[in-house]
């Protein structure tokens, strides 16, 4: 039967509510493009707006940060913090994928003045102190991840998935987080490219649309965390472009000095050589300024700035600096020189250039300029978030693809092995090549890096990345478990190849997985694109499985081998 619904009668006198109401934001231009761009969008008004809402950015570039308007609020649960098992690990921090759980630091004013009901505990190494995690519910999408990787104190965790509605309140304490001070001085204690270092400095990548657990984000945001401030990235197209920047917002963003990464996307095929060509404009522009420059240096009051300047011109961690205090003397100056080089100081400092893909463009339809770019020379770093699948495109076979796992044109199981992209690279000798699974080992995942962007040449970064693709049995909230799993079955292999070590007299290889403890065709059997094909075709799917754990046997002998070979190189 039927049940009448009464319906209020004041909605007769019912008015349209403004839910979408203009914000006011700092940045004049922000917040223009939030206003009159993606609020409108994201309200499904986009048809409404006139050309001339979008004059000003004809030039295709969009202000950085919008993503931090959004405030979805799509999770139905969000991590909860306790301090009373928390051992200040910041490991949550490391592989939140949207930047939405983050360590705080207060001084003993900071915390007085905190909201309501914010929590805190003493830190440690620093007693005047006080340590905190904070969470974006709003921004959060709910994946676990955090809760899952938290060590906890006497097998209670300190981060517990709970309602997100009932304690969206401690929304406030992370809007309060984002503005507190910067505390450097921890730095000289926790060392920025460590684990719990790096997790002290602010994300320049932030409430990304990327997939709950998704497994490339937490790679990027480290990334930004490390040399965000002077970053240039040209993105393959893919699913790191997707989250990296669809309009109407970006979640690539800036620090409190106004600086984050300078994000462009090109075609899927040439990311590789449109950041070659970001590199050599930037050589180009650098050079004829250090032409000027050169000029300047026997003027007394700029002597010792150029001196810097040029000692470290070369290495960005110190350019930076160099550069602020080239632009200070600079600007005391009073001639046609100096004030052309200011026109410029964008230009001034060393830059982290970065090629951003999937393995769908690096090992497929890329590979050409990738390999060109790395032969260069040029010190370039690359980072291949390697999902074995082309994801964004739903799903289909790629090189990186392996043996027996099941994918669009690859239903009946993937019949040859995956590319060994790694191996190939390292052939060239002067390319930093690394492979890492941040899950399986934090450590190793930010030393990889932070090597990488250091050596002055070229670097490529291959990175375990589980995706949706993969249907991982216990879901995407334990993506970091399973890259733990992947490196203890024998699956992936974590190592690192850096050719400076080599005229140290060291080997330049080192073999960071130990060798497989876990049984492989269980982790196999884990995830629905191996698995789908037992319940299929269990024959095949057997035949397949066993030529899958003899390859990961015979690569990991492989890796033993290069191990001894290096070894043997350096005496």
């Known amino acids: ?14 008015v349209d509510e403004e839910i979408h109401k203009p914000l006011s934001i700092e940045n004049e231009n922000l917040e223009s493009f939030v206003n009159n761009i993606q609020i409108p969008v994201n309200a499904q008004l986009g048809n409404s707006l006139p050309v001339s809402a979008f004059m000003k950015y004809s030039d295709g570039s969009i202000p950085s940060g919008s993503s931090a308007f959004e405030r979805r609020g799509i999770a139905a649960d969000s991590p909860v913090w306790n301090p009373d098992n928390c051992i200040q690990c910041n490991r949550c921090s490391l592989v939140c994928p949207h930047a939405v759980v983050r360590p705080v630091i207060m001084t003993n004013e900071e915390k007085d003045n905190a909201p ?3 929590k805190s505990l003493p830190m440690i190494g620093f007693p005047d102190y006080h340590f905190g995690i904070v969470i974006s519910s709003l921004d959060c999408q709910g994946c676990g991840s955090c809760a899952n990787v938290c060590p906890g104190k006497k097998n209670e965790k300190a981060l517990t998935m709970k309602n997100m509605v009932e304690n969206s309140g401690q929304q406030a304490y992370f809007d309060y987080g984002k503005t507190l001070s910067p505390k450097d001085e921890v730095f000289g204690k926790y060392k920025e490219d460590s684990v719990k270092g790096s ?7 932030e409430f990304s649309g990327a997939c709950a657990g998704c497994g490339e984000t937490p790679y990027a945001k480290l990334v930004t965390q490390l040399f965000g401030d002077r970053m240039y990235i040209a993105n393959a197209t893919g699913c790191s472009s997707i989250w990296g920047n669809s309009v109407p917002s970006t979640p690539y963003t800036v620090n409190a000095q106004g600086k984050g990464p300078v994000w462009s996307n090109s075609l899927f095929e040439d990311a590789a050589e449109f950041g070659y060509g970001m590199k050599l404009a930037q050589n180009a522009v650098r050079d004829g300024l250090r032409e000027k420059i050169i000029g300047l240096e026997s003027r007394e009051s700029l002597s010792a700035v150029i001196k810097e300047w040029l000692d470290t011109f070369e290495i960005g961690a110190l350019n930076g600096s160099a550069t602020d205090n080239l632009i200070a003397a600079l600007e005391q100056e009073d001639n046609e020189i100096a004030t052309n080089i200011l026109d410029n100081r964008e230009y001034l400092a060393k830059k982290s250039q970065w090629i951003f893909g999937g393995d769908g463009w690096a090992y497929d339809i890329g590979f050409g300029g990738l390999d060109h770019v790395l ?15 082309y994801s964004n495109t739903g799903g289909q076979s790629s090189k990186a693809t392996p043996l027996a796992a099941t994918a669009k044109f690859a239903a009946g199981g993937k019949t040859v092995k995956k590319k060994d992209l790694a191996s190939m690279v390292m052939t060239y000798g002067y390319v930093y090549v690394a492979q890492i699974a941040m899950g399986a080992d934090y450590n190793q995942c930010v030393k990889a890096i932070a090597e990488a962007e250091s050596y002055p040449g070229p670097s490529l970064i291959i990175a375990y990345a589980p995706c949706i693709n993969h249907g991982l049995k216990f879901g995407m909230g334990k993506s970091q478990t399973e890259e733990a799993d992947a490196v203890a079955a024998g699956y992936w292999h974590c190592f690192r190849f850096n050719p400076e070590l080599l005229a140290q007299g060291k080997s330049p290889f080192s073999l960071d997985s130990k060798a497989p403890t876990a049984d492989y065709k269980e982790f196999l059997n884990g995830e629905v694109r191996y698995n789908s094909l037992v319940r299929s075709n269990p024959e095949k799917a057997a035949e397949l499985y066993e030529k899958s754990k003899q390859s990961s046997v015979e690569k990991y002998e492989y890796l033993n081998k290069l191990v001894t070979l290096y070894s043997e190189t350096k005496e």
């Open 1 to 14: 039967g039927f049940t009448e619904v009464e319906i209020p009668k004041d909605w007769i006198d019912a």
């Open 116 to 118: 309501l009901g914010m």
């Open 375 to 389: 032969a260069s020379g040029q010190d370039i770093n690359i980072i291949v978030f390697d999902t074995e699948v």
């Open 199 to 205: 997790q002290f400095k602010q994300p320049l990548l």
